[in-house]
């Protein structure tokens, strides 16, 4: 059978290893998407050469080109719009994402963030975590609103904190279970699986 592949664009802003985990994910035999583009808004993104070494389509596009970030925004539309993207995926990528990208793609937008939202968003989360004395974090995919890191949740995975652990050591740990459950919502999500009910998501089974 040979069924059309969701095609995904990765935003990332530096080392790229979710982009990583997703493309070898995207490779396996029956997966039902693959990376169209890879973008980044810093030149010297690791994720970027990555992109660009595996034969992927790879652009740095500096925000500062453009005289505001609207227009910014529109070029990466008119990019999307180019490689006939389904799903837009935010892994790593430290810019907030304005209205006009999110009313283009309603409920294609997602993102990973290194906590169990609504706990810790924003930047630094594991570094948040420690320093509130957590017992447990995680990470969170999520469909992208206009807030930041506060859109529907889709799955999260917690990761226990031991009482030695370093914003590193606990960053890794995370960093396994991100690898893990970001594919796994790209999948769900191309098999038609994920129901958006108000700000809850059902996963079809
Ligand atoms: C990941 O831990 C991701 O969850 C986090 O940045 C890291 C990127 O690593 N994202 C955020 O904090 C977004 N708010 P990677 O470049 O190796 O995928």
Do not use: W
């Not at 790229?16 to 030149?43: L, M, T, W």
Request: glycine share 6%; with cysteine; proline share 4%.
């Amino acid at each position: 059978m040979n069924t059309k592949k969701g095609k995904i664009a990765i935003l990332l802003s530096g080392r790229g290893s979710n982009f990583e985990a997703i493309y070898k994910n995207s490779i396996i035999g029956d997966s039902p998407f693959e990376i169209a583009v890879v973008v980044s808004d810093k030149r010297k993104a690791k994720g970027l050469k990555t992109a660009d070494d595996l034969g992927i389509p790879a652009y740095f596009i500096r925000p500062r080109d453009f005289s505001s970030k609207d227009e910014y925004e529109k070029n990466l539309i008119e990019l999307f719009e180019k490689f006939k993207i389904d799903l837009v995926c935010l892994a790593g990528f430290m810019r907030i994402i304005s209205p006009i990208l999110i009313k283009k793609y309603p409920n294609r937008i997602i993102n990973i963030h290194p906590s169990l939202l609504p706990l810790f968003p924003g930047l630094d989360a594991q570094k948040q975590a420690l320093e509130a004395g957590a017992e447990l974090s995680g990470c969170t995919v999520h469909f992208v609103d206009e807030g930041v890191d506060s859109g529907p949740a889709i799955m999260q995975a917690s990761v226990g904190i031991k009482k030695n652990d370093s914003e590193e050591s606990l960053s890794k740990r995370i960093l396994i279970e991100e690898h893990r459950i970001y594919s796994e919502v790209i999948r769900l999500y191309f098999r038609n699986k994920l129901k958006i009910e108000g700000r809850r998501v059902k996963i079809l089974t």
